[in-house]
T-cell receptor
Framework: AQTVTQSQPEMSVQEAETVTLSCTYD???????LFWYKQPPSRQMILVIR??????QNATENRFSVNFQKAAKSFSLKISDSQLGDTAMYFC?????????????FGTGTRLKVLA | GAGVSQSPSNKVTEKGKDVELRCDPI?????LYWYRQSLGQGLEFLIY????????KSGLPSDRFSAERTGGSVSTLTIQRTQQEDSAVYLC??????????????FGPGTRLLVL
């Protein structure tokens, strides 16, 4: 069975600094997708970044980038130039595709607090 | 355009009562997911609808939980004889299932259920 592990329940970072959130997963599949979602106090889950497993190039979205290590089954999120608005819960998610179905497995989340 | 909407946003009920939670997915999205998020926890998968296929109910925690999706659009999650441990935020998400892009989920704001 697939699992997603986020080993950092809470983290904090100073405004304008860089922080990295870790995520590891376990799967025997070769074709899958990985996502990072952000859930601010408003509760609305928002997609931050996504990565296709068949792509070697790490995905980047403005201040957010990932370090995808397929062999190590690691998918960390780096937030550069942290802003107060980045304060939120961050969830790593794994999606598998099997005969027309798409199922997601989420980690338990990392609570990030950006300090002024 | 309109995102995923859920109603009610908050629901307080007494133990033993039945509740219905509603989800309106993004128009044209054929996949719909229900998750449960308990306080301080990650997302627990409940059920997944894909087009006209039989739903994947593998995540439903007990037979008190059921869901339906009428006309391939609106979905209702029903919890019968609610228990205090059912208290959580119930999140709905929808996604497209066409094309080759990762099937990004778009989440609703959730329904916070409190069982007294």
């Amino acid at each position: 069975a697939q699992t997603v592990t986020q080993s950092q329940p809470e983290m904090s970072v100073q405004e304008a600094e860089t922080v990295t959130l870790s995520c590891t997963y376990d799967t025997s599949e070769n074709n899958y997708y990985l996502f990072w979602y952000k859930q601010p106090p408003s509760r609305q889950m928002i997609l931050v970044i996504r990565q296709e497993a068949y792509k070697q190039q790490n995905a980047t979205e403005n201040r957010f980038s990932v370090n995808f290590q397929k062999a190590a089954k690691s998918f960390s999120l780096k937030i550069s130039d942290s802003q107060l608005g980045d304060t939120a819960m961050y969830f790593c998610a794994f999606m598998k595709h099997s005969t027309g179905t798409y199922k997601y497995i989420f980690g338990t989340g990392t609570r990030l607090k950006v300090l002024a | 355009g309109a995102g995923v909407s859920q109603s009610p946003s908050n629901k307080v009920t007494e133990k033993g009562k039945d509740v219905e939670l509603r989800c309106d997915p993004i128009s044209g999205h054929t996949a719909l997911y229900w998750y449960r998020q308990s306080l301080g926890q990650g997302l627990e998968f409940l059920i997944y609808f894909q087009g006209n296929s039989a739903p994947d109910k593998s995540g439903l925690p007990s037979d008190r939980f059921s869901a339906e999706r009428t006309g391939g659009s609106v979905s209702t999650l029903t919890i019968q004889r609610t228990q205090q441990e059912d208290s959580a935020v119930y999140l709905c998400a929808s996604s497209e299932t066409t094309g080759d892009q990762p099937r990004t989920q778009y989440f609703g704001p959730g329904t916070r259920l409190l069982v007294l």
